[in-house]
């Protein structure tokens, strides 16, 4: 079955610095890779996605990157603000996301302002 | 506030008792999926239901069950509950129109505790 591997566990960036956060999946079936938001007993809330057929994407401050040959997806937050602390997962899913999500472990993300 | 809705919020019992967990999807959405959140496991995919029907199964437990209702609701059954049953259970929905990307919405959980 799929496999996602995430890195790195716990990350701390001051504030207003870039935060990025890679992750390896196994299956090449996959081709829909969801990245969720989820602070402290609430639930994981989507931030962006991407499906297979594209490179990149990005929405104003977060960004995320598709390296299909390598398997390999990574977010991207620029300009991060104390709101950005929180855990992220990401995860992926074949059929465009019509299928389970197969989670990474998760990133603690700690903003220091 | 994703629109699906999880009853209830907090459920503390005992091992070896049954519970059941209910999920409202977002209005209009077919797919129901229930995740598990454990600390050592993380988030781990338990069960699919589309329309009515069993579409997948992940590592759910034999003592672990779940149905979807004509109106589109699922619940979750637990049984014979062991402490490391203790999480945080989500469900989440999707449209599921094939052929589209389909975004799963989560609930807000129900954490479970078995003493």
């Known amino acids: 079955g799929e496999n996602v591997e995430q890195h790195p566990s716990t990350l701390s960036v001051q504030e207003g610095d870039s935060a990025v956060i890679k992750c390896t999946y196994s299956d090449s079936a996959s081709n829909y890779f969801p990245w969720y938001k989820q602070e402290l007993g609430k639930r994981p809330q989507l931030i962006i996605d991407?499906?297979?057929?594209?490179g990149e994407k990005k929405d104003q401050r977060i960004a995320v990157t598709l390296n299909k040959t390598a398997k390999h997806f990574s977010l991207h937050i620029t300009e991060t603000q104390p709101e950005d602390s929180a855990v992220y997962f990401c995860?992926?899913?074949?059929?465009?996301?019509?299928?389970?999500?197969?989670f990474g472990t998760g990133t603690r993300l700690t903003i220091i302002p | 506030d994703s629109g699906v809705t999880q009853t209830p919020k907090h459920l503390i019992t005992a091992t070896g008792q049954r519970v059941t967990l209910r999920c409202s999807p977002r209005?209009?959405?077919?797919?129901v999926y229930w995740y598990q959140q454990s600390l050592d496991q993380g988030l781990q995919f338990l069960i699919q239901?589309?329309?009515?029907?069993?579409?997948a199964k992940g590592n759910i437990l034999e003592r672990f069950s779940a149905q979807q209702f004509p109106d589109l609701h699922s619940e979750l059954n637990l049984s014979s509950l062991e402490l490391g049953d203790s999480a945080l259970y989500f469900c989440?929905?999707?449209?599921?129109?094939?052929?589209?990307?389909?975004?799963?919405?989560f609930g807000p959980g129900t954490r479970l505790t078995v003493l």
């Open positions: 989440a929905s999707s449209v599921a129109l094939l052929g589209n990307t389909d975004t799963q919405y």
């Open positions: 209005s209009g959405d077919l797919s």
């Open positions: 991407i499906r297979s057929n594209v």
């Open positions: 239901y589309y329309n009515g029907e069993e579409r």
């Open positions: 995860a992926a899913s074949r059929n465009f996301g019509n299928e389970k999500l197969t």
